[in-house]
């Protein structure tokens, strides 16, 4: 009988009853459970069994040289890259959920297949179907599918994986039928499944590289292409946080234009309504300006605590930014120029917050901080540590 029951709970693949048979029988014969709480246990107890040999074997399937978790990565090796931010896109999970791409860039040896590694493994371990493979390996497999005409069949395959974890794409010599065999796999998995890369390459290598200017543009959404210069501009060579600009990105109220300008939200009201944008550029010439149609009194960018009581005036969104990065838990707002009496600014002063004009040490902004405090005297000076607070963090960085 012992024998008939191991070989019809094996034929039904029961693996999990199987190996807690005696346990559960004896939880039962002590009557610590009733008929209705033993089922559920076997059945949670199978299912658990079943899920851990379906995770272990995506897995194994998914060709994994090395398994790197999230949790060993050296980030105390890599200083200059921002911890919170891996961790919250990672935490977040949205490059699974809305289908997200995601390029690691940078030296060999800094830990991008690490990361990229580390990514595919949760989505495997939640669910999804991943497969890691080098991109000379893709490019020669994909190659060799001419030859015996199954380049439909390899598509097909390649594009169906939930997560594909693309290697080292770097400098090879590749031929024509290879990239456009090659882009025709990114067209079909484009914001459809999630692919993640890693490279030694900057964006700029990227055409030369793959040797066709146009599909690369479409290759590297022109959107994220834009948004990663913004994001350069900001944290490189501004010196902003990141840990700052993650909410306004989440919140829309900072991106980039199709120019790769920076755009920072103009909001009103209690409801956030958007009335205009500042416009910074990110290019070598430095400028700013307003979106078209932008009337500066209807509205302001702002930073920082929403619970805070303290405001800080400065005159531009990244001013703004900078001086919630000095002064955290303040709210920091642009009024878009030195404007000593912005049309919003006396119904701030109504609600009670304490005001502090933080305009810039020049002449301008020392005049139009007099004038303000001057109209409104409840307004306080805050000098900046420097000519504004953004020159303050690039002397400090």
């Excluded at 459970?33 to 995770?55: D, F, G, I, N, P």
């Excluded at 169906?160 to 010599?173: Q, S, W």
């Excluded at 010196?239 to 009103?268: M, T, W």
């Excluded at 005036?313 to 990244?318: D, M, T, V």
Aim: charged share 25%; with cysteine.
């Amino acid at each position: 009988m012992e024998e008939e029951r191991k070989k019809i709970l094996k034929y039904l693949r029961l693996e999990g009853l199987l190996a807690h048979w005696d346990e559960l029988l004896a939880e039962a014969r002590r009557g610590r459970c009733s008929h209705e709480r033993l089922l559920k246990h076997v059945l949670e107890a199978e299912y658990r069994t079943r899920s851990e040999k379906a995770r272990l074997l995506r897995r194994k399937r998914a060709h994994i040289p090395e398994i790197l978790e999230i949790e060993t990565f050296p980030f105390h090796r890599q200083p200059k890259l921002d911890r919170k931010r891996v961790m919250s896109l990672y935490d977040r999970f949205e490059y699974m959920t809305k289908q997200r791409n995601i390029i690691w860039m940078g030296p060999t040896g800094c830990g991008k297949t690490g990361l990229a590694t580390g990514f595919l493994l949760q989505a495997i371990d939640r669910g999804y179907r991943g497969y890691f493979i080098l991109f000379e390996e893709l490019l020669t497999k994909l190659y060799a599918s001419l030859a015996d005409h199954s380049e439909a069949k390899l598509l097909r395959k390649y594009a169906a994986y939930d997560c594909l974890l693309i290697d080292e794409v770097g400098y090879l010599e590749v031929e024509p039928a290879q990239v456009a065999l090659f882009f025709t796999l990114m067209q079909r998995r484009h914001k459809s499944k999630t692919t993640l890369i890693s490279s030694n390459l900057g964006y700029s290598e990227w055409g030369s590289f793959l040797k066709n200017r146009h599909l690369t543009s479409a290759l590297l959404d022109r959107e994220e292409r834009m948004l990663s210069r913004v994001l350069e501009y900001l944290t490189q060579r501004r010196q902003l946080a990141a840990k700052l600009l993650e909410p306004l990105l989440e919140s829309d109220k900072l991106y980039a234009d199709h120019r790769a300008n920076a755009v920072f939200l103009l909001v009103a009201g209690k409801a956030q309504r958007p009335v205009g944008a500042e416009l910074r550029g990110t290019g070598p010439r430095v400028w700013r300006g307003m979106a078209p149609g932008t009337c500066k009194d209807s509205g302001y960018f702002w930073v920082g605590a929403p619970g805070s009581q303290e405001l800080v005036l400065c005159e531009s969104a990244i001013d703004a930014i900078s001086c919630c990065q000095i002064h955290p838990g303040r709210i920091c707002i642009s009024t878009a120029g030195a404007r000593a009496n912005p049309r919003w600014l006396r119904g701030l002063i109504a609600h009670g917050y304490q005001i502090y004009c933080g305009f810039d040490t020049d002449q301008a902004g020392q005049d139009a901080a007099a004038r303000m405090m001057t109209l409104h005297p409840v307004v306080q000076r805050l000098r900046p540590p420097a000519h504004d607070g953004n020159d303050a963090l690039r002397s400090h960085p």
